[in-house]
């Protein structure tokens, strides 16, 4: 596979007695994420939904064990999962999703898991024949003031968005730059982050946008943030990185399994 | 400081370890903290309210002076289903006391320490005799206290003193039975405010408890002396004690119980310190006698409060319709 | 008479014994009431006078899953999950013979199953002859009279009167139709009566607490959070270097990993902030005792990363630096220490949306917060506090809010055949529980105050700022609903502001 800064490294099946596994690693950051998924298996009757199957989602971190922020992961992939998964189709079943973060540059750092974490998991799901209304894509993009300090970018990662023919902005537009699969260094000197998940029709799965401006020196954070309508046109241009780039990787990735 | 293990349920302090801060004080004569003018027989003013918690079966909140406690009532539900439940043809109580971190002088950690397993289980104790459990098989009622703020042994157990340029931690108004006598007050208002949380759950209890508690001090002076059996005749018992000892007493022994007015039954009985050797059953009787007078005081308040209950419910469900069930504005039939 | 007739339900320590309560329904006159009561005794139903129709209490969620099924609405999704066969067949429930009744008053039994989650609850109708109710066939024949009476309803006189339930009733029995058909009527009301738009009204106080440096009590509806912050003094070891605590992020370690070796790290100004939420406190029925849950996990991590990302607290205020007279600020003052912030949200009461709540109860618990005025003592060697002096907390001066939003989609409105959303701010538990979509957004205003009385428009030329959006489950929000949110999000950060005010808290 090429090393190209937007297309991913995919392994499939890396672990053959799961049903479905898959290894993602991000181009950029080097975050190496190892999914399995085994379903649909008996569920604990605790556990069991009368009609429908019982997701299961366990994130287990690179470095010590699981704590809140963890838990915190897994439940934003169980609920991105529960819309995604057919689970009328397997009742009283149990299907089972396990991520372990292989490696990362921050084990803590949400936005940068959460992309591979998701992208990966879709792909294990996939491989394990279990039942899906669609598929789903996320990307991270990180937005940062226009000349990056020192910050090395690859080709391709870099775009700006464009604004509807309003000419005066057009100063102010050129201050801003997205990348796309920031790394930590790229991340340490964004302004905002924001991972977007969006299905193969365009529908919005997940979004997890913050503000991470550094605040150093204890000085105060007023005026930070970002207008609704720049994030806007952000999630319209993630919704075509996903429905169309992020379509063809799963399509490509998937080709000789003839999944699609 | 060692880092204990990490909490991973939760979010950990800071790995270089924190300490709780230190005060400085300079004054050689440090301000006695205030002395309250109440007479010894009276009990502090409660507020109790039930049924403030809409999404469990029953609830009280309590508040005497600093203490405040919220207290709520789960159940009768089925016991777990699972292939260890052991039958049970009474009910299964279950009480869990729990201090709020910033509940008192020093932070408290998350996970229960043994004052606040000794607390629930003495209240287990004051409770379950009283609760008629025979009428709930195969099922659990669990009733959990929550702590927000309490009466403790105050900012003494973190104050430093300088005396003539030296520093020193000894504590300046410590009395042996001051943790006794705070635990003793908070137990009586969670045996009080769970039976008002029983109440409201509609657990049917054979009476409702009360908690009740009572110090008794001597002259500071007649403790030093040798003579202590001569101090029987001078003592000074304090209904619901404050944290404070009154002007130059010294406290004997702390006596908390729960009690059930209506048929006069002591359900929990709780005495630390000395008790005299000579006529030591009087004196006891007289401790106990106070600090039934006190749960009699405080039974007062848990009637008042279970009648505003009832008073409300029948007010609402009479005149009124619940705001929620009155809505008309669609179409049920069907 | 239609209308008057209701269900009943009585609760039946049945044949599956007391852990698997059987409910069972009919449908009568209220006239008949005395009549069934009589009858259940003689079937030997000891808990005849029981009878009474279901309450809040009568059926509890909890036992939801061995309830027994449901809905008068034969939709086209309706699926007939073939449990409901064999558990209807399985139950073995005791024909009810009512001999002194007449035809037109027929009593109908229902059996109840609820399958949780499900969309769709099915009615076993069961007719109340004498004939056997273990065969499934008969069960589901009387299906066609159970449709609901359309409002049109000229035409044929149906011969069995229309189902009619209780509000509570059905509100229990369908949560997902009750609300759906409360959201369709115009305007669109929620259950509980606000509109969607609306939020609950909430009441602050702050600083009742005598051992907190700095304490909020939160309630709104009927979520009541009570936050309490207390200040320890955090040393900086000879050999440590403070640079770490001046910027925000903390270095790359698993934060629980960190904790254990004191080198590595995981310590930074976010870090000295210390948020967590605990719900073990019988704050509602659902959420179970014990250590915290995922919900309270997720909430901690949240609530934690939103100090993080707000900069809430300036570090100005945490520094501890070493010197004797507090009043000299010179500034090359060495640091000694840092106060560190222990955050802690105790719910007291759960009824839905509790972030937002503990998010307010924290902002307001910060400003409300005098940390006592602590020194490096030179003699002793350690960082000592003042008991008489306290500062306050320095805050960014424009303080961030919460708002969240339920999805609720309304499969078949009644003019297009296509389904609709409704968002709903300010969701109660009874919403979230049918909800799958949730949407939180983050934002700062800044309002103009004249002469202590805030502004109903936010500055002129200043837009609410969005710090966080979060958007979770669910696939049915479009990104043109999330703008219109955030305009929610700044009338209710108006109200919040408000009553901070009212407090004596200024919000600036």
């Given at each position: 596979m090429t090393s190209s800064p937007l297309v991913p490294e995919i392994s499939l099946n890396p672990l053959p007695q799961s049903d479905g596994s898959c290894q993602y690693t991000?181009?950029?950051?080097?975050t190496t994420i190892l999914t399995s998924v085994n379903g649909p298996l008996e569920v604990r009757p605790k556990d069991e939904l009368p009609n429908h199957a019982t997701i299961e989602v366990i994130v287990k971190p690179g470095i010590g064990v699981a704590g809140v922020r963890e838990t915190r992961l897994s439940s934003l992939i169980h609920s991105t999962l529960k819309s995604l998964i057919l689970t009328n189709h397997h009742p009283r079943t149990l299907i089972q999703v396990v991520a372990q973060i292989v490696q990362a540059e921050d084990h803590t750092s949400l936005p940068l898991l959460l992309t591979p974490l998701l992208n990966c998991t879709i792909l294990s799901l996939l491989i394990a024949g279990i039942p899906m209304r669609t598929v789903g894509w996320s990307v991270h993009l990180a937005v940062l003031q226009h000349p990056p300090k020192t910050v090395k970018t690859a080709e391709g990662q870099v775009f700006r968005l464009g604004r509807g023919g309003e000419d005066e902005m057009e100063t102010e537009e050129s201050e801003q730059i997205v990348v796309r699969n920031p790394n930590g260094e790229i991340l340490g000197q964004a302004e905002s982050s924001h991972t977007v998940t969006f299905s193969k029709e365009g529908e919005v799965l997940l979004i997890e946008s913050m503000e991470c401006s550094q605040g150093s020196g204890g000085q105060s954070a007023d005026g930070q943030g970002w207008d609704i309508s720049d994030f806007l046109r952000l999630a319209e241009e993630g919704k075509r990185i996903c429905c169309e780039e992020g379509v063809e990787i799963i399509r490509e990735a998937l080709a000789d399994r003839k999944v699609f | 400081m060692a880092a204990k293990a990490p909490d991973r349920r939760r979010n950990n302090p800071p790995s270089h370890g924190t300490t709780p801060p230190v005060f400085l004080s300079s004054s050689s004569g440090p301000v006695k903290p205030k002395q309250s003018s109440?007479?010894?027989d009276e009990i502090r003013k409660i507020f109790l309210r039930t049924g403030l918690i809409s999404s469990v079966t029953g609830s009280s909140f309590l508040e005497i002076a600093p203490l405040k406690l919220s207290v709520s009532v789960l159940g009768p539900r089925p016991l777990p289903r699972t292939s260890s439940t052991p039958f049970a043809a009474q009910a299964i109580l279950t009480t869990e006391v729990k201090f709020a971190p910033f509940a008192s002088t020093v932070r408290r950690g998350y996970i229960r320490d043994s004052s606040e397993r000794d607390l629930g289980s003495r209240l287990y104790q004051a409770l379950v005799g009283a609760i008629r459990r025979e009428l709930y098989p195969k099922s659990r009622i669990e009733v959990v206290v929550t702590i927000l703020d309490s009466e403790d042994e105050g900012d003494d157990v973190n104050t430093v003193y300088i005396e003539e340029g030296k520093t020193t931690v000894e504590t300046k108004f410590w009395d042996a039975g001051r943790s006794e006598r705070a635990l003793g007050v908070v137990l009586a208002g969670c045996i009080t405010a769970a039976s008002a949380a029983l109440a409201d759950a509609g657990i049917e209890m054979f009476d409702m408890v009360s908690g009740g508690v009572a110090t008794s001090f001597v002259d500071e002076v007649s403790l030093k002396g040798k003579d202590r059996g001569d101090a029987v005749s001078n003592k000074l018992y304090v209904r619901d004690p404050a944290i404070v000892p009154p002007e130059g007493k010294a406290p004997l022994a702390t006596c908390v119980l729960g009690y059930m007015a209506a048929r006069d039954e002591i359900s929990e009985l709780w005495i630390s310190g000395k008790v005299g050797t000579k006529n030591g059953t009087a004196e006891m009787d007289e401790l106990v006698d106070e600090a039934i007078a006190a749960a009699r005081s405080a039974r007062g308040v848990l009637n008042e409060a279970s009648k505003e209950r009832v008073k409300f419910i029948v007010d609402k469900s009479g005149t009124a319709p619940p705001t929620e069930g009155g809505t008309t504005d669609v179409e049920m039939s069907g | 008479m239609v209308s008057s007739s209701r269900i009943q339900c009585k609760g039946a320590a049945d044949a599956l014994g007391y852990c698997h309560p059987v409910r069972r329904w009919w449908v009568g006159d209220d006239d008949d009431d005395d009549d069934d009561d009589g009858d259940g005794d003689g079937d030997g139903d000891d808990e005849g006078k029981e009878g009474v129709a279901v309450n809040a209490s009568g059926v509890d969620k909890s036992h939801a899953c061995e309830l027994v099924a449901i809905s008068p609405y034969p939709t086209a999704e309706a699926t007939w999950p073939s449990s409901a066969f064999l558990l209807g067949s399985d139950l073995k429930l005791k024909p009810k013979s009512k001999p002194d009744v007449e035809p037109c008053k027929q009593t109908t039994h229902f059996q109840m199953l609820h399958f949780e989650g499900s969309l769709d609850w099915v009615f076993l109708p069961v007719l109340s002859t004498s004939a056997s109710l273990v065969s499934t066939k008969p069960l589901f024949s009387p299906m066609s009279s159970l449709t609901p009476q359309v409002d049109s309803g000229e035409s044929l006189p149906p011969p069995p009167p229309p189902l009619t339930f209780s509000t509570s009733l059905f509100r229990q029995i369908s949560p997902a139709l009750y609300l759906q058909r409360h959201l369709l009527h115009s305007p669109p009301t929620r259950p509980n009566g606000r509109s969607p738009s609306q939020c609950r009204d909430f009441t602050l106080t702050t600083n009742s607490l005598s051992h907190a440096h700095g304490s909020a009590v939160v309630r709104a509806g009927d979520t009541a959070v009570v936050c309490g912050i207390r200040g320890e003094v955090l040393t900086i070891a000879p050999?440590?270097?403070?640079?770490?605590?001046?910027?925000?992020h903390s270095s790359p370690t698993s934060a629980t990993h960190a904790c254990g070796s004191r080198g590595a790290g995981g310590a930074s100004w976010g870090g000295l902030i210390v948020t967590n939420v605990e719900l073990s406190t019988g704050c509602s029925k659902k959420y179970p005792l014990g250590p915290p849950g995922g919900l309270a996990q997720t909430l901690s991590d949240q609530l934690h990363e939103l100090v993080n990302v707000t900069k809430l607290v300036s570090l100005d205020s945490l520094r501890i630096y070493d010197r004797e007279d507090y009043s000299d600020v010179t500034p090359n003052a060495k640091i000694k220490g840092y106060w560190s912030l222990y955050i802690d949200v105790l719910c007291i009461s759960l009824d839905g949306n509790i972030l937002d709540a503990a998010w307010y109860a924290i902002v307001a618990a910060l400003k409300s917060s005098r940390l006592p005025l602590a020194s490096w003592n030179q003699t002793e060697e350690r960082v000592f506090c003042d008991s008489s002096l306290y500062h306050p907390l320095s805050l960014r001066r424009s303080l961030p809010f919460t708002t969240t939003f339920a999805l609720i989609s309304l499969p078949h409105s009644d003019d297009n055949g296509g389904g609709t959303t409704v968002l709903l701010n300010d969701p109660d538990s009874y919403e979230e529980d049918e909800a799958c979509e949730f949407l939180t957004i983050l934002s700062t205003t800044d309002f103009e105050i004249v002469e202590g009385e805030l502004s109903r428009s936010p500055l002129a030329g200043l837009r609410t700022r969005v710090e966080k959006i979060e958007k979770r489950g669910?696939?049915?929000?479009g990104l043109r609903q999330i703008e219109s949110c955030t305009h929610q999000a700044t009338s209710k950060a108006a109200r919040y502001i408000q009553s901070l005010m009212k407090e004596q808290l200024t919000p600036i």
């Open positions: 991000c181009p950029t950051s080097r | 109440r007479p010894p | 050999g440590d270097d403070p640079s770490r605590f001046e910027s925000y669910g696939c049915k929000i």
